[in-house]
């Protein structure tokens, strides 16, 4: 008998010289730019925001640590109270509207045959008008004594307002700015989501005898979910923020009875007018604190439902 032997081969294993980390200086050189610039204007104020909310420091003297009193201070001051309150009334009376009309033209829009592209101009124009130029024609809009609003009152018998001079006047009136400067912008975004729903299902929908409405409700607004996820979390992120508006409308005062004061114009107020950084870090800290909070409650509403299904 024959003994077969058999000849295993010897594994050879090729080493792989790993390349050390500066060998890949030329990539991380392209990148720094951006690393630089975001180290010097993005992460170092936050920081020093941070660090700035448990000092005082009037801008000129030395810096004083104060521990957590401006927080406790901060929740103890009725302005504070009042600032929230009323950013949150602006946010909820102008995303609203906004949002609602945006879809409610993007749906008209879409149907639109002829002048297009003229509608789609026309309804980006605010957006990229001078925010303050729009500010001084709302105030003019909303005059006492010679605005267009009183003006179209008075044609119907109506008695004139007093729009900056009363509080929900105030609010009516940044209201009103608001919804016009955005309304387009949310429109066009609309505009491009529906333009991506397939028009198989429509047809579809159709043949089953679907009206307009079931239509909307059935296959649009479903469609459209991420679409109005985001234009929901910019303008809460915006909303929050509002400052132009209010400031250049009723001045840094907030109007009568403070109505239009925001967070943000009352953090203004504290840093460049009273000259109290630390308190004015403090109230920063609060803003980021209450998009996060609405950010996350509207992720919650309009995304975290559709996954659990």
């Known amino acids: 008998m024959t003994a077969t032997a ?5 594994t050879v ?3 792989v010289p790993r390349r050390r980390i500066w060998s890949y200086w030329r ?11 975001f180290a010097v204007f993005g992460l170092y104020p936050v920081l020093s925001t941070i660090v700035l909310a448990f000092q005082r420091w009037d801008g000129l003297s030395a810096r004083k640590f104060t521990g957590l009193s401006n927080f406790a201070f901060l929740v103890k001051d009725p302005t504070f109270w009042q600032a929230l309150e009323n950013t949150v009334v602006l946010f909820v009376m102008s995303t609203v509207p906004t949002l609602v009309l945006a879809l409610v033209l993007a749906v008209m829009l879409q149907s639109a045959v002829r002048f297009t592209n003229v509608y789609r101009i026309a309804y980006f124009i605010p957006n990229v008008t001078s ?18 609003v009183n003006a179209a009152l008075r044609s119907l018998g109506i008695p004139q307002q007093n729009w900056l001079g009363q509080p929900w006047g ?23 989501g529906l333009q991506a729903i397939p028009r ?17 409700f059935s296959i649009t607004l479903p469609q459209l979910r991420p679409v109005v996820l985001f234009t929901v979390m ?4 915006g909303g929050l923020q509002t400052f132009t508006e209010p400031q250049v409308m009723v001045g840094n005062s907030g109007g009568t009875g403070q109505s239009g004061m925001t967070v943000v114009m009352f953090f203004y107020r504290a840093a460049f007018l009273d000259n109290d950084y630390g308190y004015a870090a403090a109230i920063g800290l609060s803003i980021f604190v209450l ?7 509207n992720w919650r509403i309009f995304r975290g439902r559709g996954e659990d299904r």
């Open 234 to 237: 910019m303008s809460t992120i």
């Open 131 to 148: 925010l303050v130029a729009m500010a001084i024609f709302f105030s003019s809009i909303f005059s006492t004594n010679f605005g267009l």
């Open 200 to 216: 198989e299902q429509y047809e579809a929908a159709k043949v089953d005898g679907a009206g307009a409405v079931r239509t909307f």
């Open 27 to 37: 990539f991380y050189l392209a990148l720094s730019p951006f690393y630089v610039l």
């Open 6 to 10: 058999t000849v295993t081969r010897p």
């Open 170 to 192: 105030i609010k009516i009136a940044i209201t009103a700015m608001i919804v016009w400067q955005w309304v387009g912008y949310n429109t066009l975004i609309y505009l491009a």
């Open 291 to 297: 998009v996060l909070l609405f950010t996350a409650i």
């Open 13 to 15: 294993t090729a080493a």
